[in-house]
């Protein structure tokens, strides 16, 4: 990527992040949809594992994010595995309980199940761009 003029370079960073908050855009509109179109509004308790499931990568990651990816004897890092793996489950089990309990309709699981994985990509997008020194959060 060193050969490429500075103007494409910054244009295509502005295509990752617009890529990233399309991602985003479209995890959030896919969870309205499954509350709205269905008039039901309890599907939205997954929105709290949402706001958890990047707070352990956010608070006790360390600064590299490829830690994460590896297999380390850090207590930190297993932390952190841990409680994102804890907040993934809890965002697939919630729409599944609410189904099983009869709560929501096959449409809205639906909705909420591909709402899941598109916040994921994009979590994971994001991970992958952190590598770059431009976007260094972790």
Not at 15 to 37: D, E, N, R, T
């Amino acid at each position: 990527m060193a050969d490429i003029p500075g103007h494409m370079r910054a244009c295509l960073h502005s295509g990752k992040l617009a890529f990233l908050a399309i991602l985003v855009s479209g995890g959030i509109v896919l969870q309205i949809l499954a509350c709205a179109l269905y008039d039901n509004w309890w599907p939205m308790l997954t929105v709290i594992m949402y706001v958890l499931l990047p707070m352990p990568l956010l608070f006790l990651a360390r600064s590299d994010g490829s830690s994460l990816f590896t297999e380390s004897n850090s207590g930190w890092v297993n932390a952190t595995k841990f409680l994102t793996g804890a907040s993934a489950i809890g965002s697939i089990a919630i729409p599944a309980i609410l189904k099983h309990a009869g709560v929501i309709g096959w449409g809205s699981l639906a909705m909420e199940l591909s709402s899941f994985f598109v916040i994921v990509l994009s979590i994971m997008c994001y991970i992958r761009m952190s590598d770059d020194d431009e976007y260094s959060v972790l």
